[in-house]
């Protein structure tokens, strides 16, 4: 091998056109100031300038696009976002719909089997069965295809879930029984059955949901960056949707079938009616995703695919799930204890609405339909915080986890006030106070942790394992939801109360110490952080994914930061393009293939930084170079040695 010629390698070569593409890749403008300066690390005035200079610079484009394409096609817009988040987030829309359906469904069981409902001619521990089966079903899923989407990749995760579902739907159309108990244990079972595929949406839409946003290269887009949180709670939004459009068909059907009213008493027919038509609606929907999925989505599985390719990996990577777990544990806490929390509040919720409902409606008793309208305006109330958490889980100076904090904590306030005030607020006098909190608690679960801790769970953790995590954060999640229940089955709401808000609190606490913010960084630059841990060196690693601001508490008192150096940092990153340009030239000059497409951006095969390489580099075939550090200048634009740089 003939010695590196390390004067070619210095950067005092780097003409001002090649610094500022390097800038322009490794320092963009979105994250770095003029002077090159992280945003992280600007002083707190700048740092909150520069955030909301560049909030309102993407506000702008972003409305000047939709004015321009609605003047070309009044559509344009509409079709834009069925792509970008009805689409990607169908499945859970579908779940959404069906899942809600099974609480109402109980209240129209209730009005129409009485005596099966109360235990007189039905097995109550089948009947109680439904509501459990229902949750393990999910946990199930949530485990089990989260694993398989790792280990047989996102696609035919994707495909299956969408499959089980399907064939779910059918069983819990034409479920049947020879006796009112036989009909009961065959809903159980097709409910159950049905929950393993919409446990595997979880994991499997968030993770599809973060990696289409980027390919595995070196060189990003601002997409990723600015866009990547709204892009997962956008789809995530549509679980929303789907409980609303359940509602409201359940409303429309029953009235359909039962004369034009959801008063009391109820015919078994039309309830048979009611429920099958409404599940019937969504198999159709279903249906269309299994093909979709199939014939539409083939690159699903790209990203994981080019990551293990690089790691030499077939199945699954067993050994990055022993490293997140020894390296990450901290997050795992943070995203599992959080999702517990939450659906202690999600299903919590509840709690509010039968007592106002009765002071305020009290003929609400002898009309399934009042308590279906309430439903439909706390729905209503919940998509709101939906849209707001869309529109702000990407701001800098909010972002992720103070939305998730901020969450938790009037959660905890709108539950820990009428618990100690419970007959208070029952009062006629004051029951609409009752209902503000009830509404309240709806929309700030949303607009925090119930959309954080479906995001951060796929995005806190490495490709190879990313739906494993989540499978796991969100059986967590679904463990809180059981106990809730079973908690309530024994205990009065005035005792559910008293016990609820003190999970917010929990909530609170476990997402300040262990949760990082991961708002604003690049998920390949933790990406680049994975392949340092993964090949033992994570001391080398001196990239953002190690700033201050991106780790929680707890990794910052365990010293996971005291290796950021932004200035190493940058000359590391031109030493790998240049290991990767020399790479894809010599497979190029071989005929070879070495890289998938999303392994090399082109863009380092071209122009300036081509430019650069080929220039400083010796002979690069059958080589393998190494190379001393060399100093570092400036940020190209704004360098005060520009000038000195352009006459060299």
């Known amino acids: 091998m003939e010695p590196t010629n390390k004067e070619a390698l210095s950067f005092e070569e780097m003409e001002v056109h090649e610094k500022a593409a390097f800038d322009d890749v490794i320092r963009p403008k979105d994250c ?9 690390d600007l002083p707190l005035s700048q740092r ?63 009005a129409s089997f009485k005596d099966c409902w109360k235990g007189k001619t039905c097995d109550k521990n089948w009947v109680s069965a439904i509501s459990y089966m229902e949750v393990v079903g999910i946990i199930v899923g949530q485990i089990l295809v989260g694993y ?61 949901g973060m990696e289409n946003g980027y390919g595995s290269g070196k060189l990003v887009t601002s997409q990723d960056r600015l866009h990547r949180g709204r892009s997962v709670v ?29 008063a009391l008493p109820i015919s078994t027919t039309a309830t048979q009616w009611t429920y099958r038509v409404s599940f019937a609606i969504p198999a159709v929907g279903t249906a269309w995703l299994v093909y979709y999925r199939t014939y539409h989505m083939k690159a699903a599985s790209n990203q994981l695919e080019a990551t293990k390719k690089k790691a030499s990996v077939t199945g699954y990577d067993t050994e990055s799930l022993k490293l997140t777990f020894r390296h990450f544990t901290p997050r795992v806490i943070a995203t599992a204890g959080g999702w517990f929390a939450n659906d202690v509040f999600f299903y919590g919720n509840k709690l509010f609405q039968g007592k106002f409902i009765k002071v305020i409606s009290p003929a609400s008793g002898n009309d399934v339909t009042t308590n279906w309208l309430w439903n439909l305006a706390n729905i209503g109330v919940s998509l709101a915080g939906y849209y707001f958490a869309t529109w702000f889980v990407d701001t800098k100076l909010y972002g992720r986890k103070w939305m998730q904090i901020v969450g938790f904590l009037m959660c905890f306030i709108l539950f820990v006030i009428p618990a100690f005030k419970f007959e208070y607020y029952q ?41 494993t995590a989540h499978g796991i ?18 205990t009065t709401t005035q005792q559910q109360f008293y016990i609820v808000p003190w999970f917010g609190l929990a909530g609170v606490l476990v997402t300040w110490l262990f949760l990082p913010d991961t708002t604003g960084l690049d998920l390949r630059e933790q990406e680049r952080r994975w392949r340092f841990i993964r090949e033992g060196r994570e001391q080398d690693y001196h990239g953002p994914a190690v700033h201050s601001k991106h780790l929680s508490v707890w990794e910052r008192w365990t010293g996971k930061g005291k290796h950021y150096d932004a200035n190493l940092d940058y000359k590391m990153k031109v030493e790998e393009f240049r290991a990767e340009w020399e790479a894809a030239v010599a497979a190029r000059g071989e005929e070879q293939t070495l890289y998938d497409m999303d392994d090399v951006d082109e863009n380092i095969l071209h122009g300036s930084m081509h430019n650069y390489f080929e220039r400083t580099s010796p002979e690069i075939r059958g080589m393998r170079k190494e190379v001393e550090p060399v100093s570092l200048p400036a940020a190209a634009a704004y360098s005060e040695d520009q000038k000195t740089l352009g006459e060299q």
């Open 473 to 490: 954060s969100a059986a967590a999640g679904k463990v809180g939801a059981l106990i809730i229940a079973i908690i309530g089955s024994y």
């Open 48 to 110: 909150i300038s520069f955030c909301l200079e560049q909030d309102r610079t993407e506000a702008s484009k972003e409305f000047s696009w939709l004015w321009t394409e609605f003047k070309k096609d009044p559509l344009s817009p509409v079709a834009h976002y069925f792509r970008n988040f009805v689409l990607p987030g169908a499945g859970l829309g579908l779940e959404g719909y069906v899942l809600f359906s099974i609480g109402n469904n109980t209240a129209l069981f209730d």
């Open 427 to 467: 009062e006629p006098a004051h029951i609409h106070s009752f209902q503000a909190m009830y509404f309240l608690s709806s929309f700030f679960n949303q607009f925090g942790p119930n959309c954080i801790t479906f995001l951060v769970a796929a995005e806190c953790f490495p490709t190879p394992i990313r739906g």
């Open 148 to 208: 398989l989407g790792d280990a047989i990749g996102r696609r035919w995760g994707l495909i299956q879930d969408a499959a089980i579902m399907f064939v779910g739907l059918l069983m819990l159309v034409a479920a049947w029984g020879l006796t009112e108990n036989g009909w009961v244990i065959c809903y159980a079972w097709s409910l159950f059955f049905y929950s393993i595929g919409v446990g595997g949406e979880y994991p499997m839409t968030a993770t599809i």
């Open 234 to 262: 956008g789809a995530f939004m549509m679980q929303g949707w789907g409980q609303f459009a359940n509602q409201a068909i359940l409303i429309i059907l029953l009235l359909i079938f039962h004369h034009g009213t959801g």
């Open 32 to 40: 770095y100031a003029a002077d090159g300066t992280y945003w992280a």
